[in-house]
T-cell receptor, first 112, second 113 residues
Framework: NAGVTQTPKFRVLKTGQSMTLLCAQD?????MYWYRQDPGMGLRLIHY???????AKGEVPDGYNVSRLKKQNFLLGLESAAPSQTSVYFC???????????FGSGTQLSVL | GQNIDQPTEMTATEGAIVQINCTYQ??????LFWYQQHAGEAPTFLSY????GLEEKGRFSSFLSRSKGYSYLLLKELQMKDSASYLC??????????????FGKGTKLSVKP
């Protein structure tokens, strides 16, 4: 019973490099989310999806892109990484827009 | 705009009771969640309130007053394993048709022997 799985768990990038974070859920949830968590800032919503093929912007979308080609997967992309994107990234999913979120274990990203 | 306030840190003694407060200002309120997050781990769901009143679940209880924009999480019979951050999150409308969770900055609780 995997729940929400994020890969990779750790990554170090140089400024300007690109990368993709993968989130997979096996609970058949419609809704998926990407958050970032910074010290003293709390969790902030980057992008979210309300179903396969849909995406929408959250509070802090700049510098990120997302795709939801399959219902179980939600990808977060950084096209040109910046030091300000150093953070812990959490993926989450929920069955509906009103239910509790299930979180993945997080990705620690450092941009040098 | 949206605003959620909760204390940054709290300390309590093992076996005691602690109350963590959360105040919020938001439009389109549609529920309040509490999550627990141990250091280096993912948040996990604790409780959900959408109507006024107290929800009890074992050692944890959560209270909501929508008219006051106020909630609290009550932890009884504290154990060392309760040392964690407690996140208050409000479901609010950012525009469009989807209400999303807005998180407070979290309260770091330290339980001392």
């Amino acid at each position: 019973n995997a729940g929400v799985t994020q890969t990779p768990k750790f990554r170090v990038l140089k400024t300007g490099q690109s990368m993709t974070l993968l989130c997979a859920q096996d609970m058949n949830h419609e809704y998926m989310y990407w958050y970032r968590q910074d010290p003293g800032m709390g969790l902030r919503l980057i992008h979210y999806s309300v179903g396969e093929g849909t995406t929408a912007k959250g509070e802090v979308p700049d510098g990120y892109n997302v795709s939801r080609l399959k219902k179980q997967n939600f990808l977060l992309g950084l096209e040109s990484a910046a030091p300000s994107q150093t953070s812990v990234y959490f993926c989450a999913s929920s069955s509906t827009g009103h239910e509790k979120l299930f979180f993945g274990s997080g990705t620690q990203l450092s941009v040098l | 705009g949206q605003n959620i306030d909760q204390p940054t840190e709290m300390t309590a003694t093992e076996g005691a009771i602690v109350q963590i407060n959360c105040t919020y200002q938001t439009s389109g309120f549609n529920g309040l969640f509490w999550y627990q997050q141990h250091a280096g781990e993912a948040p996990t769901f604790l409780s959900y309130n959408v109507l006024d009143g107290l929800e009890e679940k074992g050692r944890f209880s959560s209270f909501l007053s929508r008219s006051k924009g106020y909630s609290y999480l009550l932890l009884k019979e504290l154990q060392m394993k309760d040392s964690a951050s407690y996140l208050c999150a409000v479901r609010a409308w950012l525009g469009g048709s989807q209400g999303n969770l807005i998180f407070g900055k979290g309260t770091k609780l330290s339980v001392k022997p």
